[in-house]
């Protein structure tokens, strides 16, 4: 029973444009979203999170969007450059503990 | 200086036989972490230390178990593995039980 869903696996975006990478969650328990980002041979670190008491979370280049009625929250990158190129998860809070999605790869072509 | 090591990065062994992955962090914290990446990618918790005591225990075999000497260490120790165990295992850590994680860059186990 995967609570966060993270549905498209890859995404291929050229640079200069935007990335917008999804996640699903089914639990309404969750309050606290978070993502990380990943390169090959290294650990998942923090990029971005949001509360669920808010439906916007802004970083640089980095916003999340979370829409609770749906369950559902974004990732968007503008604009996208070659070094974003990594694998991006989502998680969910709902306690004690973090709920990960299984990832999407996003590649930026230059 | 890296915030959280852990060691080996590859662990190549046979089924049956018991090894230990080690984790240390310098960051302070009072929370350490490990998780699992399965074939599938998910990353799953499998149990979280604060101040030297288990907080979560997930459904893990018994064959795992973890011992945290200090605030500062979290070791992993698996007995007679199985082709199952393969995955990655990463080691993090937190201040308090916090979701902002520091990873380690895992340890790739391979039990042929």
């Known amino acids: 029973d995967q609570q966060v869903k993270q549905n498209s696996p890859s995404l291929s975006v050229q640079e200069g444009r935007i990335s917008i990478l999804n996640c699903d969650y089914t639990n309404s328990m969750f309050d606290y979203f978070l993502w990380y980002k990943k390169y090959p041979a290294e650990g998942p670190t923090f990029l971005i999170s949001i509360s669920s008491i808010k439906d916007k979370n802004e970083d640089g280049r980095f916003t999340v969007f979370l829409n609770k009625s749906a369950k559902h929250l974004s990732l968007h990158i503008v604009p996208s450059q070659p070094g974003d190129s990594a694998v991006y998860f989502c998680?969910?809070?709902?306690?004690?503990?973090?709920?990960f999605g299984a990832g999407t790869i996003l590649r930026v072509k230059s | 200086d890296t915030a959280v090591s852990q060691t080996p990065k590859y662990l190549v062994t046979q089924m049956g036989n018991d090894k230990s992955i080690k984790c240390e962090q310098n960051?302070?914290?009072?929370?350490m972490y490990w998780y699992k990446q399965d074939s599938k990618k998910f990353l799953k918790i499998m149990f979280s230390?604060?101040?030297?005591?288990?907080?979560i225990n997930e459904t893990v075999p018994n064959r795992f178990s973890p011992k945290s000497p200090d605030k500062a260490h979290l070791n992993l120790h698996i007995n007679s593995l199985e082709l199952g165990d393969s995955a990655v295992y990463f080691c993090?850590?937190?201040?308090?039980?916090?979701?902002?994680?520091?990873f380690g860059s895992g340890t790739q186990l391979s039990v042929l």
């Open positions: 998680a969910a809070s709902g306690g004690n503990k973090l709920v």
């Open positions: 960051l302070g914290h009072d929370t």
């Open positions: 993090a850590s937190s201040q308090g039980i916090s979701e902002k994680l520091f």
């Open positions: 230390y604060n101040n030297k005591e288990l907080i």
